[in-house]
């Protein structure tokens, strides 16, 4: 992607983010970059492309950031610390209807977005797992591949809008609570007292 092409998507991101993507058409869009709708059409095609290339560049900018996470040298407890850290930092930003639009009015990014952090979700909570285990924070029975899918269902639960409506309940909160919920089901003794020290001095999320 040309670094033109790659601000238009990375802007327009942030539009949609803040907005919502039903409300703002391709005028509205254009005004927001400061560009004309001809420069933009040069780069999109329509809405649609333009959400879906969004989708996109956002789970490959999260991939990208989550595995730099992972390759800091941090335990396993520290390590979901800091990757809950930053998803709930992103999920913060994000306004409540997104989801809802993604995935009414723009199928096939949906099912890119669903498709592509399932799989990376899966990738990132299985590694850390194995991690946990062999440092003894973790315990030794667990079952990965059935408490990984576990997991993704419940975070897949963190943005549904009936069970947590966005005018009660804040996503980054709900993430915090899915780590500390995740992090006390798959702990060691050992883990536990460290999880317990952890969240005592960092206090996330409040």
């Not at 790659?6 to 391709?26: H, T």
């Not at 800091?72 to 913060?92: L, P």
């Not at 977005?113 to 797992?129: A, H, P, Q, S, Y």
Request: charged share 30%; with cysteine; proline share 2%.
């Amino acid at each position: 992607m040309e670094a033109r092409e790659e601000e238009i998507i990375d802007q327009s991101a942030k539009v949609f983010m803040r907005l919502g993507i039903r409300s703002v058409n391709m005028d509205d869009m254009a005004q927001h970059l400061r560009i004309s709708k001809k420069t933009l059409y040069q780069f999109v095609k329509n809405k649609n492309d333009l959400v879906t290339r969004i989708v996109s560049h956002i789970t490959a900018h999260h991939r990208t950031c989550i595995w730099e996470i992972c390759g800091q040298g941090h335990n396993a407890i520290d390590e979901n610390f800091e990757i809950t850290r930053f998803v709930a930092a992103q999920v913060g930003q994000i306004n409540p209807s997104v989801h809802f639009d993604l995935e009414k009015y723009h199928p096939k990014a949906w099912e890119l977005l669903n498709t592509t952090e399932r799989k990376d979700i899966l990738e990132c909570v299985t590694g850390n797992m194995q991690k946990g285990i062999a440092e003894g924070l973790y315990r030794e029975d667990l079952d990965i591949d059935v408490v990984s899918r576990v997991y993704i269902s419940r975070f897949d639960a963190c943005f549904d809008g009936e069970l947590f409506p966005a005018d009660k309940y804040r996503f980054d909160k709900v993430i915090w609570e899915l780590f500390r919920y995740h992090t006390r089901g798959i702990a060691s003794e050992k883990g536990l007292k460290y999880l317990t020290k952890k969240v005592k001095n960092e206090h996330p999320g409040k």
